[in-house]
């Protein structure tokens, strides 16, 4: 059974930073199309980033790119989703999701997704 479980969100000041985490199992991370995407409270969800398996490349969302990283660690079986200069606006819960694909088709087509983690951005 595929599982994602995300954690590691909190409270951050505006311009912290804070890695979230993905514990993935049945699967293999590097199989598998790999992102973080997010919904803020009251708005849609918006894509942050999709990593395509064995490392070929990624899709950032608009804007994402220059603070945010995206990370799979294959031995451990797991994803992460860097973040710095946060701002009030990120303020959302952070899902990461897996695709049963090579390469990611967009930056919120998930076969997968976990409950999520609240990173909240306030001072």
């Known amino acids: 059974e595929v599982q994602l479980q995300a954690s590691g969100g909190g409270l951050v000041p505006p311009g912290g930073s804070l890695i979230v985490s993905c514990l993935a199992s049945?699967?293999?991370?590097?199989?598998?199309?790999l992102g973080w995407f997010r919904q803020a409270p009251g708005k849609e969800r918006e894509g942050v980033v999709c990593?395509?398996?064995?490392?070929?490349?990624?899709r950032y969302g608009p804007g994402m790119k220059a603070r945010f990283t995206i990370e799979r660690d294959n031995a451990k079986n797991m994803l992460y989703l860097r973040m710095n200069n946060l701002q009030v606006d990120d303020t959302a819960v952070y899902y990461c999701?897996?695709?049963?694909?090579?390469?990611?088709?967009?930056?919120?087509?998930?076969?997968?997704w976990g409950q999520g983690t609240l990173v909240t951005v306030s001072s």
């Open positions: 049945g699967f293999r991370v590097d199989e598998y199309s």
């Open positions: 990593l395509n398996s064995a490392e070929e490349g990624s």
């Open positions: 999701g897996a695709a049963d694909s090579r390469y990611c088709s967009g930056l919120l087509e998930y076969d997968y």
